[in-house]
């Protein structure tokens, strides 16, 4: 089900550039059930980037350390299970287990200072916290 409804997860100002932060949001899928979409969202400078939060490889989410999405050297997304790192602007697994696979793309817009998901439906009860004041 995609809308054009903008659902604002947070401030641009709230994630750090070069950061990436977990957001849990409910979705509600075509067939009207809602389910839990954990994703996450980086941020560099004015861009931002959101993806599914869950590894092609084994299915788990990425950051095994509460919002440490980020490898070693802050350029890429890694998978705290079995390391395998994430293109940040296309999500493309380039090493690791699930190289050549992707993470799966979550449409992002940002209007005036939040950052808002798009192209979904979410199910909106209170505001969508971020993982560690959930
Ligand atoms: S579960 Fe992510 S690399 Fe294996």
């Known amino acids: 089900m995609t809308t054009d409804v903008a659902y ?5 100002s ?3 550039s070069q950061q990436a932060r977990g957001f849990q949001l409910m979705i509600v899928g075509d067939d009207g059930a809602k389910r839990p979409w954990p994703i996450l969202v980086v941020r560099w400078g004015r861009q931002v980037f959101g993806y599914v939060n869950r590894c092609p490889h084994d299915g788990v989410n990425l950051d095994w350390e509460r919002n440490q999405f980020m490898d070693p050297n802050g350029i ?3 998978c705290g299970k079995h390391g395998s790192l994430f293109e940040l602007g296309t999500g493309i697994c380039v090493d690791g287990p699930c190289k050549g696979r992707g993470l799966t793309p979550v449409a992002l817009t940002v209007l005036d ?4 998901v798009t192209g ?3 199910v909106e009860d209170g505001e ?7």
């Open 8 to 12: 604002a997860i947070c401030r641009m």
């Open 14 to 16: 709230d994630i750090p």
């Open 76 to 78: 890429r997304l890694m």
């Open 113 to 116: 200072d939040d950052i808002c």
């Open 120 to 122: 979904v439906t979410l």
């Open 128 to 134: 969508a916290l971020p993982d560690d004041e959930a």
